[in-house]
């Protein structure tokens, strides 16, 4: 488990050793969570948490990314609705933890150049219940994980992201790109392709969760 960064959002400190802490645009407060406090906004450009450049150059390498995450009902008005984003200035590569508009479906997505790939849950993630999503990449391939259990996979050959900065609650700059409000928990970022059991050794032993098999968990 190679954490690269690891927020849980009671305030702005990455608790990696890494120390990229995050800076705080507009409105954002820490509240109640999943785990103790979560990040909670009607995340927008106007809202939204980051980390400005010299992050982590993901480039080909397997990755985990992951977070509790709570919203009531889809995004309807914009185009790419993120959870976090990894990105160049440029907006030309990314890797994203995203929401798809109007069905509420989690997205693990892997952009370069100009492709883009891809990976659905198979059902809306936005029903005002907690969810464990994660995406990791293994070679080529990305693949999507809800409540430890995998939904979906896609093939990203040759995609070189080429990426340096962090946001939160939003893809980028653009204005019209807004997630809307939800509370996002305990983001990691990790520099390996995470199993199920060790999703579950961080999220239920690390981080102290409810075992698996309770009726409290989600």
Same mark, same amino acid.
């Given at each position: 488990?190679?954490?690269?960064?690891? =927020?849980?959002?009671? %305030?702005?400190?990455?608790? $990696?050793?890494?120390?990229?802490?995050?800076?705080?645009?507009?409105?954002? %407060?820490?509240?109640?969570?999943?785990?103790?406090? #979560?990040?909670?906004?009607?995340?927008?450009?106007?809202?939204?948490?980051?980390?400005?450049? $010299?992050?982590? *150059?993901?480039?080909?390498?397997?990755?985990?990314?992951?977070?509790?995450?709570?919203? *009531? #009902?889809?995004?309807?008005?914009?185009?790419?609705?993120?959870?976090?984003?990894?990105?160049?200035?440029?907006?030309?590569?990314?890797?994203?933890? #995203?929401?798809?508009?109007?069905?509420?479906?989690?997205?693990?997505?892997?952009?370069?150049?100009?492709?883009?790939?891809?990976? =659905?849950? @198979?059902?809306?993630?936005?029903?005002?219940?907690?969810?464990?999503?994660?995406?990791?990449?293994? $070679?080529?391939?990305?693949?999507?994980?809800?409540?430890?259990?995998?939904?979906?996979?896609?093939?990203?050959?040759?995609?070189?992201?080429?990426? %340096?900065?962090?946001?939160?609650?939003?893809?980028?700059?653009? @204005?019209?790109?807004?997630? #809307?409000?939800?509370?996002?928990?305990?983001?990691?970022?990790? %520099?390996?392709?995470?199993?199920?059991?060790?999703?579950?050794?961080? =999220?239920?032993?690390?981080?102290?969760?409810?075992?698996?098999?309770?009726?409290?968990?989600?």
């Amino acid at each position: 488990m190679a954490i690269k960064a690891l =927020y849980h959002l009671e %305030d702005l400190a990455d608790s $990696s050793g890494n120390g990229w802490n995050l800076a705080k645009t507009g409105t954002v %407060d820490f509240i109640a969570a999943k785990m103790n406090k #979560g990040a909670s906004a009607t995340w927008s450009n106007s809202n939204c948490l980051n980390y400005g450049n $010299s992050f982590w *150059n993901v480039g080909t390498s397997n990755f985990t990314l992951g977070c509790w995450f709570k919203k *009531n #009902g889809a995004p309807t008005n914009d185009v790419l609705p993120t959870i976090f984003n990894i990105q160049n200035e440029a907006g030309t590569s990314r890797v994203r933890l #995203g929401i798809e508009k109007n069905t509420g479906k989690f997205i693990v997505e892997v952009y370069g150049s100009t492709t883009s790939v891809k990976a =659905y849950s @198979s059902a809306s993630v936005c029903d005002n219940v907690w969810h464990l999503l994660v995406g990791t990449r293994i $070679s080529s391939t990305i693949y999507n994980y809800v409540d430890l259990t995998l939904n979906n996979s896609a093939g990203s050959a040759g995609l070189n992201t080429s990426v %340096d900065r962090l946001k939160i609650g939003q893809i980028g700059d653009a @204005s019209y790109d807004n997630l #809307g409000a939800a509370v996002i928990d305990e983001i990691v970022i990790a %520099d390996t392709a995470w199993s199920i059991s060790e999703q579950k050794a961080f =999220y239920y032993k690390v981080r102290g969760g409810v075992a698996i098999g309770s009726p409290m968990i989600f």
